[in-house]
């Protein structure tokens, strides 16, 4: 007698199809999100180690007119 929890079925298959492609993608999204976090760390770690070394030496940015907008 063929065991009935053996055969294959075609709705759970769906379903998990479906579910591996949204886990898939909420893994992309989430490793994105790290990585720009990480990149904003690193960023403002390299800032505060030049302002500690380098400290008044280093020439301030200079400042920026504001552009009116344009209609």
Request: net charge positive.
């Given at each position: 007698m063929?065991?009935?929890w053996l055969s294959r079925n075609p709705f759970l298959s769906?379903?998990?199809s479906g579910?591996?492609?949204v886990l898939g993608a909420a893994q992309g999204h989430a490793k994105n999100y790290a990585r720009r976090q990480q990149?904003?760390?690193m960023?403002?770690?390299s800032r505060a180690m030049?302002?500690?070394w380098l400290g008044p030496?280093?020439?301030k940015d200079p400042i920026r007119k504001r552009r009116s907008k344009r209609r």
């Open positions: 063929k065991n009935p769906l379903w998990l579910a591996n492609r990149g904003a760390v960023n403002e770690a030049l302002e500690f030496a280093r020439p």
